[in-house]
């Protein structure tokens, strides 16, 4: 019998944040297993699935600078706009006579001399938001129209293409709140706030509680069985996907920083072909109001160093064909400088996408200076667009139903 003598010897603070964990667990806590290896048959979890390939979706969180990203290099227009911001072209990575990459980001231009990357330019959406709140919403849910629908558009896919599936976790996000592009009614997706969070490096107090949570029988209490059941499904998962760590093989090319190591366990997940269909990583900082060049030439260092030691992984393991990653940011900054030495909130931006399958190139042209929206760029890919060539042609499902509407495809992707 379950009492209350048992909660008694844990330690209060650590329970607690067990239980505040919990809550980022909302899918899973509902359903008694959690479908992620083979059966005992040796079933293969993606084999009733149109394919097997996975979407990572990184999100660059503040706002990121897309004009000192993909930099136009011979406009003067760039230069009169930002006198003390501007990468100098001496020092740009340069992609072709009018575009290069900030000069943190060569491992992107040796990954785009290779054919593996694709660069979207000026992506947005008509009558722009500068909120951070309502532009990360309107990207997270596809509808920038008030009034539009709240889920999110993975959230809507999963709904619409994965309701026979059995696996709880057809998503997984690292970070410290659940995205929005999975919310829906029936979450399938499940929130970690950090890659070490099923490790318990240092916390055998809260593993030990929950075993001994785990080892007494039911009682008529509801809320200490759902106590119960949470601890006994959290030990699941974390056996599961300590399973998927046990023989790590990935490359040494991570770095000990947050971002990358959330990489590294997406990479683990892919080849152990744990059957989570999309993960969603976020690196923050990109706000750069002021003091702008040194933090955010480091951050743009990190995605790019980031990304590419996870697609030389997942290539070495022969899992990079079936992986498409997707980068965005909410909103880009305006075109001028400011007098804090920053960039404010701005409107079209830069997205890069990387994949087995990515026909590489720069799609959507140079930034127009001279044609300005108060300030701000105009926008010539509509980011829905993007969207919808990912749900067509890498997760094979009709774009519409998902979006609401018809929206042009981008040739991004080979069959």
């Given at each position: 019998?379950?009492?209350?003598?048992?909660?008694?010897?844990?330690?209060?603070?650590?329970?607690?944040?067990?239980?505040?964990?919990?809550?980022?667990?909302?899918?899973?806590?509902?359903?008694?297993?959690?479908?992620?290896?083979?059966?005992?048959?040796?079933?293969?979890?993606?084999?009733?699935?149109?394919?097997?390939r996975v979407l990572v979706v990184?999100?660059?969180?503040?706002?990121?600078?897309?004009?000192?990203?993909?930099?136009?290099?011979?406009?003067?227009?760039?230069?009169?706009?930002?006198?003390?911001?501007?990468?100098?072209?001496?020092?740009?990575?340069?992609?072709?006579?009018?575009?290069?990459?900030?000069?943190?980001?060569?491992?992107?231009?040796?990954?785009?001399?290779?054919?593996?990357?694709?660069?979207?330019?000026?992506?947005?959406?008509?009558?722009?938001?500068?909120?951070?709140?309502?532009?990360?919403?309107?990207?997270?849910?596809?509808?920038?129209?008030?009034?539009?629908?709240?889920?999110?558009?993975?959230?809507?896919?999963?709904?619409?293409?994965?309701?026979?599936?059995?696996?709880?976790?057809?998503?997984?996000?690292?970070?410290?709140?659940?995205?929005?592009?999975?919310?829906?009614?029936?979450?399938?997706?499940?929130?970690?706030?950090?890659?070490?969070?099923?490790?318990?490096?240092?916390e055998p107090t809260i593993a030990?509680?929950?075993?001994?949570?785990?080892?007494?029988?039911?009682?008529?209490?509801?809320?200490?069985?759902?106590?119960?059941?949470?601890?006994?499904?959290?030990?699941?998962?974390?056996?599961?996907?300590?399973?998927?760590?046990?023989?790590?093989?990935?490359?040494?090319?991570?770095?000990?920083?947050?971002?990358?190591?959330?990489?590294?366990?997406?990479?683990?997940?892919?080849?152990?072909?744990?059957?989570?269909?999309?993960?969603?990583?976020?690196?923050?900082?990109?706000?750069?109001?002021?003091?702008?060049?040194?933090?955010?030439?480091?951050?743009?260092?990190?995605?790019?160093?980031?990304?590419?030691?996870?697609?030389?992984?997942?290539?070495?393991?022969?899992?990079?064909?079936?992986?498409?990653?997707?980068?965005?940011?909410?909103?880009?900054?305006?075109?001028?400088?400011?007098?804090?030495?920053?960039?404010?909130?701005?409107?079209?931006?830069?997205?890069?996408?990387?994949?087995?399958?990515?026909?590489?190139?720069?799609?959507?042209?140079?930034?127009?200076?001279?044609?300005?929206?108060?300030?701000?760029?105009?926008?010539?890919?509509?980011?829905?667009?993007?969207?919808?060539?990912?749900?067509?042609?890498?997760?094979?499902?009709?774009?519409?139903?998902?979006?609401?509407?018809?929206?042009?495809?981008?040739?991004?992707?080979?069959?």
């Amino acid at each position: 019998m379950m009492n209350n003598h048992v909660i008694s010897h844990l330690d209060r603070r650590r329970f607690l944040g067990v239980a505040a964990l919990t809550t980022t667990l909302p899918s899973f806590l509902a359903r008694t297993g959690l479908a992620m290896q083979p059966d005992d048959e040796g079933t293969d979890p993606f084999s009733t699935w149109p394919n097997d390939r996975v979407l990572v979706v990184v999100q660059l969180a503040g706002g990121n600078d897309g004009l000192n990203t993909l930099i136009p290099y011979e406009n003067d227009a760039y230069y009169q706009a930002r006198p003390k911001l501007a990468i100098p072209a001496s020092e740009t990575l340069k992609l072709n006579d009018q575009l290069g990459l900030h000069p943190r980001m060569d491992d992107f231009l040796h990954l785009y001399d290779e054919g593996g990357l694709a660069i979207l330019n000026n992506v947005g959406y008509p009558n722009p938001n500068r909120s951070h709140f309502r532009a990360t919403e309107i990207w997270e849910t596809a509808a920038p129209q008030p009034g539009g629908p709240t889920t999110g558009w993975i959230g809507r896919y999963f709904d619409h293409e994965c309701r026979g599936m059995d696996s709880p976790m057809l998503g997984l996000q690292i970070g410290d709140r659940m995205a929005q592009t999975f919310e829906h009614p029936q979450p399938r997706a499940v929130t970690i706030p950090h890659p070490d969070l099923f490790t318990w490096p240092n916390e055998p107090t809260i593993a030990q509680g929950l075993r001994r949570l785990n080892n007494v029988q039911p009682t008529t209490n509801s809320t200490l069985d759902f106590i119960q059941r949470v601890s006994n499904q959290t030990l699941d998962l974390s056996r599961r996907i300590q399973h998927a760590l046990a023989n790590d093989s990935s490359s040494n090319d991570y770095l000990p920083f947050a971002f990358q190591q959330a990489l590294r366990l997406v990479a683990r997940m892919i080849v152990n072909r744990i059957p989570t269909r999309v993960y969603y990583v976020s690196l923050g900082g990109f706000d750069t109001h002021a003091n702008q060049s040194i933090r955010h030439a480091a951050l743009l260092q990190e995605v790019s160093q980031g990304l590419t030691a996870f697609r030389n992984d997942l290539l070495k393991s022969g899992h990079w064909d079936r992986t498409l990653v997707m980068t965005f940011s909410e909103f880009g900054r305006r075109v001028a400088e400011n007098q804090s030495g920053g960039t404010d909130h701005g409107a079209a931006n830069t997205m890069f996408m990387l994949g087995g399958k990515i026909r590489p190139g720069i799609y959507g042209g140079p930034p127009d200076l001279e044609h300005l929206d108060e300030g701000d760029l105009k926008h010539r890919l509509d980011f829905r667009s993007v969207y919808a060539t990912i749900l067509r042609d890498w997760l094979t499902t009709d774009p519409k139903a998902i979006l609401g509407e018809d929206q042009p495809t981008l040739p991004l992707l080979t069959t």
